[in-house]
């Protein structure tokens, strides 16, 4: 599916996502390039890049590609923090943004990719996004 770049629903990526195991805030560490499933039809304001973990208590929940190439934070959102949540009956790393009310819960496709599924408080809980291990 993310290879396909093709657009996705969130009823059609629930029930996949549901099936996914969880992962370790160990698991999560480091920098991954993200991607999300709409078909390359919503325009990217920011020229979003992905995420970086470096540590469970500092994140960047936002990296963004500058105009020279180079990868930056996105500092307009803040930064975050990993812990452990239950969503969705399984216990899996968790991105919670300082200083917005957005979670992000991730689960293992393989041992470099990820799906992660955003929760905006006051929003449905339908935002997925993948991310792919930045070596």
């Known amino acids: 599916m993310i ?24 698991f999560m560490l480091g920098t991954w390039r993200g991607g999300k ?6 325009p990217d304001p920011i ?7 470096d540590s469970a208590a500092h994140a960047e929940p936002l990296l963004v590609r500058a105009k020279d190439g180079s990868i930056q934070a996105y500092t307009a ?9 239950k969503f969705a009956g399984k216990v899996t790393a ?20 990820v799906i992660g599924l ?4 006051g929003k449905p809980t339908d935002f997925f996004f ?5 070596n």
Do not use: C
């Open 37 to 42: 499933f709409d078909g390359g039809s919503e």
């Open 77 to 85: 959102l803040g930064a975050a923090q990993l812990r452990e949540v």
């Open 3 to 26: 290879a396909s770049g093709k657009a996705y629903s969130a009823e059609e990526l629930m029930p996949l996502y549901e099936q996914l195991e969880p992962v370790s805030i160990e």
């Open 130 to 134: 993948h991310l792919t291990r930045d």
């Open 94 to 113: 968790t991105l919670i943004y300082d200083k917005q009310p957005i979670m992000d819960y991730f689960r293992k496709v393989n041992d470099d990719v």
């Open 118 to 121: 955003g929760d905006i408080k």
């Open 47 to 53: 020229n979003w890049y992905g995420k970086r973990f």
